[in-house]
């Protein structure tokens, strides 16, 4: 017997002595729990999200009846400017920090230190690498790239944290949450609107990312998630309505002013289950909305609401997809990243670019996922500030891949071990 | 019998929920006890783990892949909880201890439970969690890599790793004067 086996043999004694009577018995609290807790439907687990939201901005516009002459007017004169400017070559322009602009440097989150990453070598720089008390992970870029935030994993739950992009003048901007979901900056850059949880109700807050320590909370009457702020202005506030209880009502998609006035409605169409309106995404020009609907039979489409006609209508799949799920907007509103689904018992996952009118079948980028006990392997993908990629993390390895939109191999940014490894960032820098 | 249980529960049924959570109870509070060091934490985990696992049982595609979910949300929501806590890493220098000449190993004698807790504790939420799949509850490697959802590869490095920072541990305990560096890994 050599010293391997006596360790593993007195390891496994140990752990069978030292587990035993350790945990006072809760089997009926847990029962009393569970009986008080709704199972969700299966097709549900595809909606969950992820802890921290990098997709790119949302857009606003405000509906009126009798503004539609003058905005179908406005429309037309929009789309001839748009087709001179096709016709001259020229990109659509959006009011900064919104549109296409070039890549700066991208940070990522390992083991609880946050590092800025090389792309081309791989080569990491430790960023923030405070106590080893702290675990600090989920970074992501303000809007013009000149300021970072991330979670921070403390004593009593998390906290939102905002520095510069080299790590410096670090400072929390809210108090300890029980969970963070989500954090999205203002286009101006002076607030963050935050997701917290509490016994899984969503609730939405804005903190401002000075030091002034500024946060409301929203109240509202029935549980929030997927916050972002409607671009280009930052008027508004657009999230998720949640169906939990049976109090609630069915889900939708809302506007909420940040002062948490003027609550509004946007979705169109009378919910299918309490599990429709996912995955919302707002295009940057202000026009359109992306989610995905959950029908009865669990096919998944993506839908385009239009914000200025409230007209809704399917993105076009494939004869051979079984569905399609989970949008995220281009910089310039042109593309759209999602997950189509194959064909077949099991729900495999692949993630395509193309076009927003559906006009080609788009590219399919070399990687596929499964459905996983969160969701689908491949998440929280978004679009480097240029267009040309593709940033998303595969759950299965650990690993943030950045993926070329044409299809080509990707490489990989950063690997982790642990959950809420790897996950990304990369800065916008003026074009 | 337990495949209908599970199936039955996915369906709804809490009554048989209740008989798969009251069979399972107590090996997931053992593992939560292991992974935690501490028994309300390793009750909140467990509940956590339970309370998702009831929630979101329809979604579980294989009922015979029930007990191994379990696990692994169980696993999940210890990590949560040692993450929302305190994070402590330890590097430990194996090949330089290693390779003192003149050192017994302490391993050749059975090391005292005392030493044992010492160096499980130092150990991160990977490695402990490997070990206890592994060694607690005797899961082959390849059905803890499945339960993980991690490679086979993933697997033993943290095997490895994990049980060679113990043995590091148990080595510089038997060795007067020889230390044993903590810090954050580079």
């Known amino acids: 017997m050599n010293a391997n086996d006596t360790l593993d043999r007195a390891l496994a004694e140990w752990l069978r002595e030292d587990s035993e009577h350790r945990v006072p018995d809760h089997l009926e609290a847990v029962l009393e729990r569970t009986r008080a807790t709704p199972q969700r439907p299966w097709w549900s687990t595809l909606g969950r999200r992820l802890p921290i939201d990098v997709s790119l901005p949302r857009a606003p516009l405000s509906r009126s009846g009798s503004w539609r002459p003058i905005l179908a007017l406005v429309t037309i004169a929009l789309l001839l400017a748009a087709l001179v400017l096709l ?186 289950n309490p599990a429709d309106y996912q995955d919302v995404s707002g295009s940057p020009d202000g026009t359109k909305l992306l989610y995905r609907e959950d029908g009865q039979t669990g096919q998944f489409r993506i839908h385009v609401l239009d914000l200025g006609t409230g007209d809704d209508s399917v993105l076009p799949a494939p004869p051979d997809a079984a569905g399609q799920t989970s949008p995220v907007f281009s910089p310039d509103g042109v593309h759209v990243a999602y997950l189509r689904l194959a064909a077949g018992y099991r729900l495999t996952f692949q993630l395509v670019v193309a076009p927003l009118d559906g006009s080609t079948r788009g590219t399919e980028l070399p990687l596929v996922g499964v459905l996983g006990d969160d969701g689908p392997t491949i998440n929280n993908y978004f679009f480097t500030p240029d267009g040309s990629a593709v940033v998303t993390n595969e759950l299965a390895t650990r690993t943030e891949w950045l993926l070329p939109i044409d299809g080509s191999p990707g490489t990989v940014i950063a690997r982790g071990t642990a959950a809420y490894d790897a996950l990304s960032t990369v800065q916008r820098l003026a074009p | 019998m337990r495949r209908d249980l599970v199936e039955r529960a996915r369906e709804g049924d809490h009554d048989a929920f209740a008989v798969l959570a009251g069979a399972a109870i107590s090996r997931l509070d053992a593992t939560a006890w292991l992974m935690l060091r501490d028994a309300d934490r390793a009750m909140d985990a467990v509940q956590t783990a339970l309370i998702r696992a009831w929630r979101d049982l329809p979604a579980l595609r294989d009922p015979d892949r029930f007990d191994a979910w379990l696990y692994r949300l169980v696993i999940h929501a210890c990590t949560d909880e040692i993450r929302q806590v305190r ?18 190993d302490a391993t050749s004698a059975v090391a005292d439970r005392d030493q044992i807790e010492r160096g499980f504790r130092r150990l991160g939420p990977e490695e402990r969690a490997v070990i206890v799949l592994h060694h607690f509850l005797d899961l082959p490697l390849p059905e803890v890599a499945s339960t993980l959802q991690i490679p086979l590869g993933t697997v033993k490095s943290r095997l490895y790793r994990g049980l060679g920072q113990m043995r590091a541990v148990l080595d510089a305990d038997a060795r007067p004067g020889a230390d044993v560096s903590e810090g954050r890994p580079a």
């Open chain 2, 87 to 104: 994070r402590h890493r330890f590097d430990v220098d194996i090949s330089e201890i290693t390779t003192s000449p003149v050192v017994p």
């Open chain 1, 87 to 272: 016709a001259v070559g020229s990109r659509r322009q959006l009011p900064p920090p919104f549109g296409l602009a070039r890549n700066g440097i991208v940070i990522t989150a390992v083991n609880g230190d946050l590092f800025s990453v090389d792309p081309g070598t791989g080569a990491k720089t430790p960023l923030v690498s405070d106590s080893p008390d702290e675990v600090d992970f989920g970074p992501g870029f303000s809007r013009d790239g000149t300021k970072i935030s991330y979670l921070r994993s403390v004593i009593g739950g998390q906290q939102l944290v905002v520095a510069n992009p080299d790590g410096d003048d670090a400072h929390a901007v809210t108090p300890v949450m029980e969970t963070i979901d989500q954090a999205d900056w203002s286009p101006d850059g002076s607030r963050i609107v935050v997701l917290s949880r509490v016994l899984s109700v969503g609730q939405i807050h804005v903190v401002t990312t000075d030091r002034s320590g500024f946060d409301t909370t929203i109240e509202l009457p029935f549980p929030a998630n997927q916050v972002s702020w409607l671009a280009p202005s930052g008027a508004e506030i657009l999230f998720r309505g949640e169906h939990l209880l049976d109090k609630d009502p069915p889900p939708g998609i809302f506007a909420i002013g940040p002062d948490g006035s003027g609550l509004r409605s946007l979705s169109t169409r009378p919910a299918t």
